[in-house]
Structures are given as C-alpha cells and as structure tokens.
Nanobody, 114 residues
Framework: QVQLVESGGGLVQAGGSLRLSCTAS???????LGWYRQAPGKQRELVAG???????NYADSVKGRFTISRDNAKNTAYLQMNSLKPEDTAVYYC?????????WGQGTQVTVSS
C-alpha cells in the first residue's frame, strides 16, 4: 500500500523557519512530485515541485524563501521554509506518483503568527 507521511509542521512566528519532511513507502515506483498547500476557504495550490532529474519549480509567492530537496536513498522529500509569513498558514500536503497514479499524504498544519 502506497503511503506518504508528512511531518514537521507546527506553530511559528513570522520570520521563522520550519522544515517539512515527506517519506514515501509501499511501492518501488513511488516518486515524490512536490509540496502543495491549502488554506481555509482556498483551493489547494502547488508550492514547490521537483522532477526525477532534480529540477525544481516554485510558486511565485515562495520563491527565494522555500527550498525543496529530495533524498532518493531515503525516499524522502523536504521543504525548507524560511522567512515565513502569516499568509503561509495552511495545511501542507506531499504529492507522489506510482505507476501514473497520484497519491497524497495526510497533510501537516503550518501556522504562522504575526
């Protein structure tokens, strides 16, 4: 059974940092594609993506502040979030793919206080 498990969320003051982790398991073909977030009353949006070759892309709102990375040996992806702002408050989800099928983690809450 394919599983994506996120961790690392929490409450932080504006200007602070958090590092999210996402570990995939259950399939030899599982590949972590990126991080998304969903704030209350808003649609889920892409925050950062990473290709199999390691190319990254970011939402304009997080460029220069967030960094996505991946440890293939651990089947784990990370999202380093610096200079956090109250508008970054959301549930952050990890998205993966296995044999062309999408999979989502359960989400981790990030709350940034002003």
């Amino acid at each position: 059974q394919v599983q994506l498990v996120e961790s690392g969320g929490g409450l932080v003051q504006a200007g602070g940092s958090l590092r999210l982790s996402c570990t995939a398991s259950g399939s030899i073909s599982i590949r972590i594609l990126g991080w998304y977030r969903q704030a209350p009353g808003k649609q889920r949006e892409l925050v950062a993506g990473i290709t199999s070759g390691g190319t990254t892309n970011y939402a304009d709102s997080v460029k220069g502040r967030f960094t996505i990375s991946r440890d293939n040996a651990k089947n784990t992806a990370y999202l380093q979030m610096n200079s956090l702002k109250p508008e970054d408050t959301a549930v952050y989800y990890c998205k993966g793919s296995s044999w062309g099928n999408p999979y989502w983690g359960q989400g981790t809450q990030v709350t940034v206080s002003s």
